[in-house]
C-alpha cells in the first residue's frame, strides 16, 4: 500500500470544485478539521507546563495530556489521509489512519477513566474499588481495540455501525465518508469507555470542595454543547451552525481542547486543596 496524504494548499486544484468529486463546503470542512486538531497539541502542552510549574506529581494526569497531544497529531493525519479513497475491503491509507485515529482516542478515553479512579480513591480504604475501575475500562479497551485491528487488518472495512438511518445495528455500514449519521463500532466503544466518569463523578461529587465542583460543572458542560454540535452540524460539511462561520467537528475539536485545559485547572485547585488540609492536619 502506498500512503497518500493531502496537500492542502494544491487539493483544490486537483479536485476542482464543482466536478463531482469535492464540494467548497467538503474541502473546508476537512481543511478545518485539519487545522483545529492543534488546539488539543497546544492545550497538552499548556497544560503540562503549568503541572510542572505547580510540582504537581501525579504522574497519570501527565500521562493523559501526553495521550491528548498524540492523538491530536494521528487525527490530523486521518483527516489528511487521501480524501474519498475509503473503500470497503481494500486496504487504504483512510482506513489505516483511521485506525490510528480511534485507537489513540480509545487510549484518552481509557486514560482519562484511569486518571480520575487514581484520583478519588488514593486511600488504602478506596484501592480495591479503585483496582476494579481500573480492571474494567482496560477490559473494555481491549475488547474495542481487538474489534478495530480485526476490522482494519483483517475485513479491511469497518462495517459495525450503530444508530444509523437502517436502524440500531447494521453489520454493513456506511462508508467512513462522515455524513451518514450513526456512530461507528469504535466510536460508540469510546463513548462506553469513558461513561463510568460519571459514575466516579457522582459518587465523589459531594466530597470535592466547591471550587472543584465548579471546574467539573464546566468541564462536563462544554464538552456536553461540544458532543451536540457535532452531532447536529456534522463533520463533513459547512452546515448552517452559526450561518456556516464555525464547522460542527471542527467546534468540538476546539471546546474538546478548551475541556483538557480546564481538567488541568481543576487537577491543579485539587492538588492544592489537598495540600492544605493535609498542612492543617500536621498542624
Not at 491509507?93 to 478519588?120: H, N, P, R, Y
Not at 482496560?138 to 444509523?164: D, Q
Not at 449519521?181 to 463510568?196: N, R, W
Request: hydrophobic letters at 50%.
Amino acid at each position: 500500500m502506498n500512503f497518500n496524504f493531502i496537500d492542502w494548499i494544491s487539493f483544490k486544484d486537483v479536485f476542482p470544485f464543482g466536478s463531482g468529486d469535492l464540494s467548497l463546503a467538503e474541502f473546508a470542512a476537512q481543511y478545518a478539521d485539519v487545522q483545529t486538531n492543534w488546539a488539543y497539541t497546544y492545550a497538552g502542552i499548556i497544560g503540562i507546563i503549568i503541572l510542572l510549574i505547580k510540582k504537581n506529581k501525579k504522574f497519570y494526569w501527565y500521562a493523559f495530556l501526553a495521550l491528548y497531544m498524540i492523538m491530536s497529531v494521528t487525527s490530523v493525519g486521518m483527516h489528511t489521509a487521501d480524501y474519498g479513497e475509503f473503500l470497503p475491503g481494500v486496504f487504504t491509507t483512510k482506513l489505516f489512519m483511521s485506525f490510528i485515529d480511534m485507537s489513540l482516542t480509545e487510549l484518552v478515553a481509557w486514560c482519562g477513566v484511569c486518571s480520575f479512579a487514581m484520583e478519588f480513591y488514593q486511600t488504602p480504604e478506596s484501592k480495591k474499588k479503585r483496582n476494579g475501575f481500573l480492571i474494567a475500562v482496560s477490559v473494555i479497551a481491549l475488547i474495542v481495540l481487538g474489534v478495530l485491528s480485526y476490522e482494519v487488518f483483517v475485513a479491511h472495512n469497518r462495517p459495525l455501525y450503530f444508530f444509523s438511518p437502517e436502524g440500531f445495528f447494521s453489520l454493513n455500514g456506511p462508508a467512513m465518508d462522515g455524513k451518514s449519521k450513526g456512530m461507528s463500532f469504535a466510536e460508540l466503544g469510546c463513548v462506553i469507555t469513558v461513561l463510568p466518569i460519571l459514575y466516579l463523578l457522582i459518587d465523589n461529587f459531594k466530597k470535592m470542595k466547591v471550587n472543584e465542583r465548579a471546574l467539573l460543572i464546566l468541564a462536563v458542560g462544554t464538552m456536553l454543547v461540544a458532543a451536540i454540535i457535532t452531532a447536529l452540524w456534522g463533520d463533513n460539511e459547512i452546515a448552517n451552525f452559526a450561518l456556516g462561520n464555525f464547522q460542527g467537528h471542527s467546534t468540538w475539536h476546539m471546546l474538546g481542547a478548551l475541556v483538557e485545559l480546564i481538567v488541568v485547572f481543576w487537577v491543579d485547585q485539587r492538588t492544592t486543596n489537598q495540600q492544605l488540609a493535609s498542612a492543617k492536619k500536621a498542624e
